[in-house]
């Protein structure tokens, strides 16, 4: 994660230059070293309590079975076009070297599909169709060209936890025709190792369902090139997972696989148990042992494992060993191929590489050319010189947050490295050297703000990679550290803009965001969420709202701030999703003493004597997203729903025209499917952002809709914003960066 140091100057914050990033988690680290609001949730959290079933999970393929609805509407409207970032990025969960093909690399993004490089990572192209699914897990290539991807991604943090793969597919040219080849029901796909002497033997580590028990599970071998599948390692409990697997460069007959127990419900997350370890086989995988001989044993608090197998010293192997609470555990490594193991010394640097969460990366890769040259993935990329007695780390040249490397047989010392910041590539062994790829559009935002001012000012909240402007720089550039979340441009002064980072705390700029001042510590409140709403009120800009469980009210462009709301949710949770707080706020723009706000418990509230009195006018709703009023009448307001809920008729969006009395579903043909954001156009046109794309309909026939435009990839869509004045809906994507379209 990226982040910036703050300072105290004359009682505000200002913002200076990067500095190096700090150990946090994926996507939940609070920038610098100024900690002054705080929350019990992670964006997995977040993320997937956002869109389960109120206190149950998300239903098994409920993302792809809503696209195959999506997939029935038809589409009216211009085609979208992608207006960037290009240069920052966004996570990389794999990454595989074309052998026949120099300089040609593939990336597989987490929610964004799977990107070609020709010119040995500076820019990259997509290599995979825009309507499949786009969570990766796993990319690898055959001796003879053809490649393999497993979608589904296995890291369970970061965002993209909701959003399982479909199996495994093959491309014979290189990612122009992709064909699925299986494993449908193993959720993600955690590795993919192709023997070199035969192309069509190829292992794959299912690592099933997160939320879902049972399934694809285990690893799996085909023996013609996916036709056909056949488990090999089964699995000891319903979720277990396979989270690696690797063929001995050495010996294709010894296979080394790692499982992993791992599940998500509401109450529970749980990244380890008796079922994780580490298992080889010696007979090309027919049959299996667990490792011992010093590794620990089977027990409830073994969790994530990264294995690093040496091709320049047969034998020797190395594991990283995470608990199942998330801390680094132990370091080992094996001379005699995983019969016996010796514990290593455990310095600082690298028992805080993992911070309190390995299981957000279990990897470990060994120099082919030399088996004492090893790098470990973790908060900053770990590098030993000498088999493990000594340890550097670097979390300043390169992003934070680690997760794929390969080197390419053709360079001896050039390596390349996937991690939450896109893909870099070094020529000095990955030690080091390392440069950046200046083309990689898959950047995952939660937020979204446009200037009607300037349609090139564009700025949104990313996940780990923090608050993106497009203006103050030649491209893209981060104005504000940790994970980006609300951002908001004041429609009358495009200088004055607002960002967040998570759980509330937020800035002000009246310079484009060159200096920041922090206003949080001037707001009320008792718990903030991980995604707190700011907006403006549209009648008056220097009028703005601030959402914690208490809505916060700013008449001077917020400097000061008051609370005009006593708590609007239910109190929180037991230190978990619905934690009770404001979700989303809206301010009549027909009569400013009209607010509505909505609450990540399901509630609605309705003030029209600008918070004198609150009507609760909507409960037991599931999560509440956005809310928008109509310009003409402060009592009609449309309300969006998340959740995955397949089988269910629960509404996704609802409408009042009555201050809250009335409710009509008016979800009608939409996909079952969260919707994110809801806005109005003009002539009743309404616009929705789902994790199925963005749809249109209109108000005088609810519940008719149509998705909107053409080539939007299937990808999730968290933000859209429009701008009537130059007859253009922006959309912010979670893996694909922003796209705009033209619109009546």
Known sequence: MRVRRLLVVAGALTLLLPAPALADPPGTGQPGEYRPVRGPSAPAEHRFLQKAVRGDTIPRHAHDL?????????????????????????????????PRRPDTVYAAAASGGLWRSTDAGSTFAPAWPDNATQAMGAVAAAGDGTLYVGTGE????????????TGVYRSPDGGTTWRNVGLRDSGAVGGIAIDPT???????????????PGGDRGVYLSTDGGDGWRRVL???????????VQLDPTDPQRVYAVLWDHRRTPVERTYGGEGSGVYRSVDGGLTWQRLAGGLPPAGPDVGRIGLGVSASEPGRL???????AGPFASFHTSADAGDSWTRLPEPDVLRSSQSSFGWWFGKVWVDPDDARHVHVAGVPLLTTKDGGATWTADDTSIHVDHHAMVWDPRYPARAYLGNDGGVYRSDADG?????????EPWTQFYSLAI?????????????????????????????????????IINPRDKDNVFACYQYGNCFRSTDGGSTMAYFTPATTADRRNWFTPVQFDPSDPNVLYYGGNRLNRSVDNGVTWTAISPDLTGGPGRDTYPYGTITTVAAAPSDPRTIWAGTDDGRVWLTRDLGATWAKVLDGQPWVTRIAVSERDPATAYVTLSGYRSGSDQAHVLLTRSAGARWSDISGNLPSAPVNDVVLGRLGQLYLATDQGVFVGNALAAGHWLRLGHGLPRVAVDDIEYDGRHHRLVAATFGRGIYATVVP
């Open 66 to 98: 809503a696209a195959a609805e999506a997939d029935r509407i038809p589409a009216a409207g211009a085609p979208w076009r992608s207006i960037g970032p290009t240069n920052i990025g966004g996570r990389i969960v794999s990454l595989a070297l074309d």
């Open 154 to 165: 296995p890291n369970p943090g970061g965002g993209s936890v909701t959003y399982e793969g």
């Open 198 to 212: 035969d192309p069509k033997r190829l292992f794959v580590a299912a690592n099933g369902s997160l939320y879902n």
């Open 234 to 244: 089964d699995v000891p409990n319903e979720f277990t997972g396979a989270v690696d």
């Open 318 to 324: 190395y594991v990283i060993v995470n608990s199942t």
């Open 431 to 439: 030690d080091g050297g390392w440069v950046k790829a200046v083309h």
């Open 451 to 487: 200037s009607p001012q300037d349609v090139t000012r564009v700025s949104g909240g990313t996940q780990d990679n923090g608050s993106l402007r497009s203006w103050g720089g030649p491209a893209f550039n981060e104005y504000l550290g940790g994970d980006g979340e609300e951002n």
